[in-house]
């Protein structure tokens, strides 16, 4: 089995090429993004940086290999550049949300007359409605999340601190800076609560949030912490010992990588009720807000700040358990190398 891993070099990105490792599965990672602000861990595994043309010309020498494209974006031009390849294609709620804000269904449709095979995946379920309804089909897979790693620290007591982990990057279709703004408007701090806001993004996103962060601790006292990037290991303890992580998202396609392991360490999920949010959490598992609705993004901080430990250990039980039973990243291998599987067959 031979892939190229055609994906950015995100922290979730890194942890599937550790998985591919893992299982033996034998991949070239590639990508079209320049690296992403902040310090790399040194033992990590990273992506080979690569242009357009670069990536055209790997594509073309890719003809017994599976090409796995984990986001789409630049990559439309080395798929529409080449044919008769293998694909696999993630869709991701961001491509999606691209997709029909311009009704471009009929790309997919004609990559698949230019390719070989082409296998569309998706972790949510009403991506997976609307391109069926267009006459594209595309396969569930979660994307799973490694509780061996992701889990609740070993003596975890169970007492709500005051803590609270901004768990997305810093491109605006994350909206950071509502996260951060309206932690300040919502007074919490001034009951020593505190913001920690890790992430990568490009140098002006990041600059963007880090100059928020500076700017908003003139008014609250330096209870917003900016973090930026944070190796693997930085991120299990971060989540371990904060009781909430919050994403105010609008374009996720299933339950975000990022809010599921925030989850499967007992930190409880502050998220807005977009697309497929409330299918995974509710209230015997986390805190919804209304999406675009500032009030309730403040009255839900608010709220959480009052919230009684024995709720919260509830919801912080309940969250670890959800995540454990159906988000399992061997589950994911399984079914990922299934899919794999059948190219050979055919």
Known sequence: MNILLVASDSTHSCRIALRYRSSGINFIWKSLYPPSVGKHEKNEI???????????????????????VHYLGKALIPIFLSVNRNLVINFWGSDFVKLKKYKLFWLLKLIKLLHSKVIFISDANHIISTLKKSGIEVEHVIFGTDTHLFKPKDKFDEIKNKKIISCRNFAPLYRIEDIIKFFVISEIWKDDWELYVYGVGSQVDTTRIHKLCIESNKICNKKVIFLGRQSQEQIVELFQNASFHISAAISDGGLSAAVAEGMA?????????????????????????????????????????????????????????????????DAFMNKIVGIYKRFNDD
């Open 46 to 68: 990273k992506p080979v940086f690569c242009g357009i043309f670069h990536m055209v010309r790997e594509f073309w020498k890719s003809r017994g290999r599976i090409i796995h």
């Open 265 to 329: 360490c007992g930190s409880v999920p502050i998220i807005n009720d977009a697309v497929d949010n409330s299918i995974h959490v509710n209230h015997d598992n986390g805190v919804l807000f209304l999406t675009d609705n500032l009030d309730s993004l403040i009255d839900t901080y608010k709220n959480c700040a009052k919230m009684t430990t024995e709720d919260h250990r509830k919801l912080s039980n309940n969250a670890v358990e959800k995540i454990n039973l159906e988000f399992s990243s």
